[in-house]
């Protein structure tokens, strides 16, 4: 009864609509859009310069991470949270700086956990794969996670419902320290399946990996990680038979080739899936390329490389493409981060943000490129950090590099004095003319931006207010025999 009641109160107020023509028409709800599905690329040790479409005269190819660029936007000031491995992933999937969730440095104080760390992400934290999964999707990682190897800091632990890939760098093997290391350990969910895989293979195989996860998963929404292994930490990075020799830039290039070939194999799946216009790709890098002699990667048009605090070693290619909502063919020089991720993804998603506070800002407006859009970073600072030092801070177009007495110049904490400079790296990228002595209220300005970080974060021994606990174990035990 109280149905039909309701109906009929429909079909009259239908028909009140219909004879009443001359009033406006309500303005319906915006429609609410669908939940795009991510596909987050974060490769291992890859430069700027790498790419052709940041790089034109890069002599490897890279024409579909091009094809993404032309079918969305670059971002041309994106910037990891630290130079190196496990800090820049401790960021990237919790919103937060490396050093507010106690990743920026090892169990032993070095810069990367290692094998049997007694150290890692403290289960509490919420990563991305955590909120989105509590939203409804399906969560995998594929490829390399370093951010602890022991059980309880495992992907499966942090929010991911499948795994499949190393725990850390494919370099850690058991010849470096075979008293300690075990095998390389390549893991499905939480076991070990085969140790040592063939690093030759690892990027085709993570392909296939992911193109399974997409297939399984193609009628709800989904958040695939892909941190592939390569070029990684090598100086001859593994590529398989098909990509050997073949391009005109070395191991480290063919490597690269091999990765757009992934990139080109995802994004068919996702068309044929019918998947590509809800889904969000971002494709970056977790670090600058590393110096090698002969050089093989590159931070072009950036200064320094990898594992620095340089601009070459974390402010990172980046592409993110969104067919219809991120604009195509443009390139967007905002400040932005990979801590900026989470609360976009939690956004667009509808999901929650973590229940403890983190230091990424939802960026859709750049995302969009609605006009005036600014990066929080601006008001903030950006901090830039190596190991547990603050070395720079960027907010708008200026770098300030800390005045320092002992500056870490290396991950051993070989250190030197360094002296106050600022440069404009949004028009001088390469950072030529030191222009401090022109600026005295910028220097100010973001001196106070580096105290405001320096107390929240912490700074050398000094610690931040913001600061939490990493995980711990007592007794590590090695994931193979
Ligand atoms: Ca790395």
Known sequence: MKTLSILLTTVAGLLAGTVESAEPEPASPPRPVPKPNFVLFFVDNLGNGDLHCFNPAMPHRTPNVDRLAAEGTKFTSFYVASGVCTPSRAALLTGCYPRRVDLHVSDSNSAVLQPLARKGLHPDEETIADVLQRAGYATGIFGKWHLGDQPPFLPLRQGFQEFWGLPYSDDMTKDKRPAEWPELPLMRGDNVIEAPPDRDYLVQRTTAEVIGFLERNQSRPFFAYIPHMMPGSTPHPFSSAAFRGKSANGDYGDSVEELDWSTGEIMAALKRLGLDDRTLVVWTSDNGAVRRNPPQGSGAPYCGQGYETSEAGMRMPCVMRWPGRIPAGQVQDELCST???????????????PARPIDGRDIRPILFGEPGAKSHWDEMGFGYYRLEQLQAVRAGSWKLYLPLPNKFTALNRK?????????????????????SGEHPDVVRRLTGLAERIRAEIGDMDQPGTGQRGAGWVDNPKPLVR
Request: charged share 30%.
């Open 415 to 435: 250190a030197e004095p360094a002296k106050l400079e600022l440069f404009d790296v949004r028009h001088d990228v390469s950072e030529t003319r030191e222009i």
């Open 339 to 353: 801590m900026d991720l989470l609360p976009t993804f939690v956004n667009l998603a509808g999901a929650s943000l």
